[in-house]
């Protein structure tokens, strides 16, 4: 009798380790299965973000090219501006509303002074509008101006303005 119980015993052991092999064999083979699945949705986001940021430094190249060079790609500016009598440049307009902080109708706040600090935030729209960046260090905003050549002198007047916070 204790043979036979010993022997049952031990199927009963040989059983359990078996089972438990066969479970630990199959975690092993789902966990490898989800690795492989893991590392496939990686390559994936790399890819994407790699897509992204070429599309971004395109976008950005784009707008830089394209910033730089437009106060001065409209012909017919220079043209209404010599019509007018005005033998200058796009630029010495630019140059001449610097000299205007004045035209800004907002006061800077903790001790800044409003002015037209960047010559890139300037755009000469037309030979009569121009849309301006201001700012005092602290806060900003633009406005958006019109001139005329007046005997040589460009006079200024603000059609509308805008504070950014």
């Not at 949705?41 to 730089?68: F, H, M, P």
């Not at 960047?118 to 009569?128: A, H, M, S």
């Not at 509008?129 to 602290?138: R, S």
């Amino acid at each position: 009798m204790v043979n036979l119980v010993g022997k049952k015993e031990r199927i009963i052991w040989i059983s359990l380790v078996t089972v438990i092999l066969v479970i630990f064999v199959l975690a092993m083979v789902n966990l490898e299965q989800e690795k492989t699945a893991w590392s496939q949705e990686e390559a994936n986001l790399r890819g994407q973000i790699s897509e992204l940021t070429s599309e971004t430094e395109s976008v950005t190249e784009s707008y830089t090219r394209q910033k730089s060079v437009f106060p001065g790609n409209n012909p017919n500016i220079k043209y209404g501006l010599e019509q007018q009598g005005f033998v200058g440049s796009v630029q010495d307009i630019v140059n001449d509303l610097i000299k205007h902080p004045e035209l800004i109708p907002y006061e800077g706040v903790l001790g800044g002074k409003m002015g037209f600090y960047n010559k890139d935030e300037i755009y000469v729209l037309t030979d009569q509008w121009v849309c301006a960046y201001f700012n005092d260090g602290h806060i900003g905003g633009s406005l958006l101006l019109s001139y005329k050549i007046n005997n040589g002198a460009i006079e200024w007047k603000v059609i509308d303005s805008r504070l950014f916070n």
